[in-house]
């Protein structure tokens, strides 16, 4: 899935890049800091996400998820009495983490850097959409991270974040929402039922260079408790007399020196406002429902519950799939990538700009059927 670039949020990332501020310390870019201060709030309320809660401006949601990751070691390892930042992971009681079965690779990246491996994970199955299932979670005991999803990049599916927090909550576990994609489906009243309960995790990651349409690189990791987060990122308080170690950008991120992303998400979310926000997202997610309808109507098979703005078609056996991905990649009226949907060989359409309209629709179903027609075993 890849956004668009508002043109607010262009000029704005043009701004900064001219203004050459360092946004990693409110004193070398006080206009940062104080757009990413309003940001913040404008986020966590279109979000519906705590307003309490602490958030860091990122590359993307790799970072994003790494750096939540990264808190949530801190916070289940502090509760049974180990510093992490201080001691590392040598001798440090074991952490079990917890992932469904279509867990994004990126969670697995953040999990190997962080020392917890890709491959000791408790992995739980998922249902026909990729939706992790809550009655299969484990019994949960001692620190644990469970990664959910909302967002499947193939079905565009979300885990059932209220219920897995439930049961995690009870057992102290820390509930992780990877929501590179969906988590801005809470901002679009028509789709927001999508991600009920979403507010009941304690870590989100998300990209705002996905569907807020800013440029790249840009995500947003955000922690219920600013204080884990600041835990797991911050250096020595010393390092510069800083005069508010709280509010520090550079004590919420990886990152120290860093460009000042927060001004573009700033334009963005200006210019659009909530209602635009929300229409930008339904638009898309009404146009993958057109996709999805022509294609099945055309007679190929459609293999997920389009609930969001992705859809998943197959043009009949894995060969002819890919061929007829190819020759739409090559004709260029639009491009899609392909994938392989539970064993079966997929096309994957994501409706995710802000720029696209029913004609980019039309022409590109056009493009599809034309092609797909070129291949002709897949109709049924
Ligand atoms: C569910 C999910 N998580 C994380 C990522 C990683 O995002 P980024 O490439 O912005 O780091 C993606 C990218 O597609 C994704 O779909």
């Not at 019994?139 to 909302?150: D, E, K, M, N």
Request: net charge negative; with cysteine; glycine share 8%.
């Amino acid at each position: 899935m890849v956004g668009g670039a508002l043109p607010a949020a262009l000029a704005a990332n043009w701004l900064a890049t001219a203004w050459d501020q360092n946004a990693g310390m409110a004193v070398l870019s006080p206009v940062s800091a104080a757009l990413e201060t309003i940001t913040q709030t404008w986020l966590l309320d279109l979000l519906a996400l705590p307003a309490e809660a602490g958030v860091g401006f990122v590359t993307g949601a790799t970072m994003a998820n790494l750096s939540a990751l990264a808190a949530a070691r801190h916070a289940v390892l502090e509760r049974v009495g180990w510093d992490v930042e201080s001691q590392g992971l040598f001798g440090a009681p074991p952490i079990t983490v917890v992932v469904g079965d279509e867990v994004h690779v990126s969670v697995l990246k953040a999990l190997s850097l962080l020392g917890l491996g890709r491959e000791r994970l408790v992995r739980v199955s998922v249902d026909s959409q990729g939706r992790m299932r809550p009655e299969a979670l484990p019994t949960l005991t001692g620190p644990t991270i469970i990664c959910t999803q909302v967002g499947n990049i193939s079905s565009g599916a979300c885990d059932p974040v209220d219920e897995i927090c439930a049961s995690a909550h009870d057992a102290g576990a820390w509930v992780h929402v990877d929501g590179a994609l969906g988590l801005w489906l809470a901002a679009a009243p028509a789709q927001a039922h999508l991600v009920r309960g979403l507010a009941s995790a304690d870590s989100w990651a998300t990209d705002a260079h996905k569907w807020l349409n800013v440029p790249y690189d840009s995500g947003l990791v955000i922690c219920r408790r600013p204080e884990h987060l600041r835990a797991a990122m911050s250096v020595s308080a010393a390092y510069l007399e800083q005069q508010d170690v709280r509010g520090e950008p550079y004590h919420y991120t990886p990152e120290m020196s860093r460009r000042a992303r927060g001004v573009e998400i700033w334009a963005a979310l200006r210019s659009l406002g909530r209602t635009g926000l929300a229409d930008l997202i339904e638009r898309n997610c009404g146009y993958a429902t057109h996709f999805a309808a022509k294609l099945r109507g055309a007679g190929y098979q459609v293999l997920n519950e389009v609930v969001s703005n992705q859809v998943l078609v197959s043009f009949g056996d894995a060969d002819t799939t890919r061929q007829v991905i190819a020759a739409i990649q090559a004709e260029g009226t639009c491009w899609c990538g392909g994938t392989v949907w539970h064993g079966q060989a997929a096309m994957r359409i994501s409706v995710s700009s802000w720029a696209t309209t029913e004609e980019d629709v039309e022409r590109s179903l056009a493009a599809m059927l034309r092609n797909a027609a070129k291949f002709q075993s897949g109709r049924q």
